[in-house]
């Protein structure tokens, strides 16, 4: 499928939807650049499935608009609006064979047969699942149906894929290889992605963009570099990985689990805080601290080279200045 077209870039401007009193999102705009990666994480209920069922026309919307490559698809019928879709349950045809499943949205396009057995033969490719094109979905495993849901939503050519939650229903290890399988096919295919995920760990390893919603806004956009080194709140801070938050005059500063430092390296730090060891955890590849200071939990993530310590005993932490991150009052 080499001859794919880029993705098309998407632009909205100012959503609203409401559920009776409740405000489902609350002028949300957004701005998705051509072929890129753009998840849309948060907690349950903030708003983010909410916004792809409006991107693939299953939810109407009251205000606002939404346009992809320059075309307003407000009025667009879900048919018509070229948008792949894959779900966390796959949604297969349990009686259709691979192949079948691939090609039945070109079946619904009226594609000649040479250019769908082309297609389909690519998608298969694709996937790396060109030997298992005569199977049904029940003789497949958890992840070989998953890439046969994304092979079904690419091979049609989408302006846009939406992909909701769709590895939500797989073991950790298996998680890890289709997010590697799936970052391989975006930059194969210079599709433009919105993915939705409640997963942190998930948004950092596959996004070129991060938009972090809560309570029907985003509440911040960026790389995940932004987002987990240049918070702007401490809810963004807390929500993206582990952050210790200490006083700092009038504002509040977040500094991470990995960037704290005990030992001879807390001496030589730009600042120290004295803190009582409430737990010490090993985790094979290092260390997980726990301790309080001034009333307040810190964790430390340090490698296996730790001084000796003890429940109880007070110990020195340090942070260099250029690790702290000043968040908005």
């Not at 289709?178 to 391989?184: G, M």
């Given at each position: ?194 993915y939705v995920t409640h997963d942190q760990e998930e948004a950092l390893f596959l ?22 080194f240049r918070p702007n709140s401490r809810f963004v801070a807390s929500f993206l ?89």
């Amino acid at each position: 499928m080499t001859s794919m077209p880029s993705g098309k870039p998407v632009l909205i401007r100012n959503l609203r939807k409401t559920y009776g009193r409740v405000e489902a999102l609350a002028d949300v705009s957004l701005d998705i650049a051509p072929g890129e990666f753009c998840t849309l994480l948060g907690a349950s209920g903030s708003g983010k499935t909410t916004l792809l069922k409006t991107l693939a026309g299953f939810e109407n919307y009251d205000a606002g608009s939404i346009m992809v490559g320059g075309r307003d698809i407000g009025p667009v019928p879900v048919s018509k609006r070229n948008i792949g879709m894959v779900f966390q349950n796959y949604a297969l045809f349990p009686h259709m064979s691979v192949r079948k499943n691939i090609a039945f949205g070109l079946e619904m396009r009226r594609m000649s047969a040479a250019d769908l057995d082309r297609r389909v033969k690519a998608a298969l490719e694709l996937v790396s699942l060109g030997d298992y094109a005569e199977r049904l979905p029940r003789e497949l495993s958890g992840g070989q149906q998953q890439r046969v849901a994304l092979a079904r939503a690419l091979v049609i050519e989408p302006d846009i894929l939406l992909m909701d939650e769709p590895l939500g229903a797989l073991d950790k290890n298996l998680r890890k290889s289709i997010q590697l399988q799936l970052k391989d096919l975006h930059r194969s295919t210079g599709v433009t992605i919105i993915y939705v995920t409640h997963d942190q760990e998930e948004a950092l390893f596959l996004s070129d963009k991060i938009a972090l919603m809560d309570k029907g806004r985003i509440v911040q956009v960026g790389t995940p570099r932004d987002l987990y080194f240049r918070p702007n709140s401490r809810f963004v801070a807390s929500f993206l990985g582990e952050c210790n938050f200490l006083a700092s005059g009038e504002a509040e500063i977040a500094i991470r689990p990995e960037r704290m430092r005990v030992g001879e390296p807390a001496r030589v730090s730009d600042r120290q805080v004295e803190a009582v060891v409430e737990n010490i955890i090993f985790m094979g590849t290092g260390y997980r601290l726990v301790l309080r200071a001034d009333g307040r939990e810190l964790t430390v993530l340090t490698d296996a080279d730790i001084p000796d310590m003890n429940r109880g005993d007070v110990i020195t932490v340090g942070y260099d200045q250029a690790h702290a991150m000043r968040l908005a009052a």
